[in-house]
Structure formats: C-alpha cells, structure tokens
C-alpha cells in the first residue's frame, strides 16, 4: 500500500506564500502522475495541480499561475509552491497518485488563508 506524508502548510495572510510537501513510499514513484488534491469545508476534494513522470505539469484553472507543482524522483517527493495566496484557498491539501489510489490518502495538510 502506498503511504503518502504531507508536510508544510500553515495560517498565512492573503498574498503570502508557502511550500508544501509530500513524500510517498512503498511505490514506484518515478513512472507515476503525482497530483495535489485539496478540500476546502463543506465541498469536494478537487484535484489543483498534476505532474506526470517526465515533469509536465498542468493546474486547475483557479490555481494556474500561482501555483506550482514539481517532483524529485530520487527523494520521492512532490512539491506545491503556492503564491499569492486567498482566502478562498484554505482547505487540507492532499498529495495521491493520478487517477487517485483511494486507499493511499494520508493525513493532508492544512492551508489557512486569512483575509
């Protein structure tokens, strides 16, 4: 079973910024689509940003252009810089395989954004 461990978030004010992390085992993870998944209260996880195995990468419309997903396959771990952050943007943030392994969620990672 795959175990994913994010770390990272934290209570920022609008605009500002921060970098979460995620580093899995027990998975091949240099052939696998990694994606970044958040939930915010009251509404569905939603998939922000992917990043397949050769470093392309592609974002959710309400995050393209602040946000950034990127890899290191030797450490086995996948990167979400998030800037210029809003308030609409609090929720627990996810790292899973793309399409997602449902039994691989780990603990997430809360992102407050104050206004």
């Known amino acids: 079973q795959v175990q994913l461990v994010e770390s990272g978030g934290g209570l920022v004010q609008a605009g500002g910024s921060l970098r979460l992390s995620c580093t899995a085992s027990?998975?091949?993870?240099?052939?696998?689509?990694m994606g970044w998944y958040r939930q915010a209260p009251g509404k569905q996880r939603e998939l922000v940003a992917r990043?397949?195995?050769?470093?392309?990468?592609d974002y959710a419309d309400s995050v393209k252009g602040r946000f950034t997903i990127s890899r290191d396959n030797a450490k086995k771990t996948v990167y979400l810089g998030l800037n210029s952050l809003k308030p609409e943007d609090t929720a627990v943030y996810y790292c899973?395989?793309?399409?997602?392994?449902?039994?691989?969620w780990g603990q997430g990672t809360q992102v407050t954004v104050s206004s």
């Open positions: 899973n395989t793309v399409p997602d392994s449902a039994d691989s």
């Open positions: 027990r998975i091949i993870f240099s052939i696998r689509v």
């Open positions: 990043i397949s195995s050769g470093g392309s990468a």
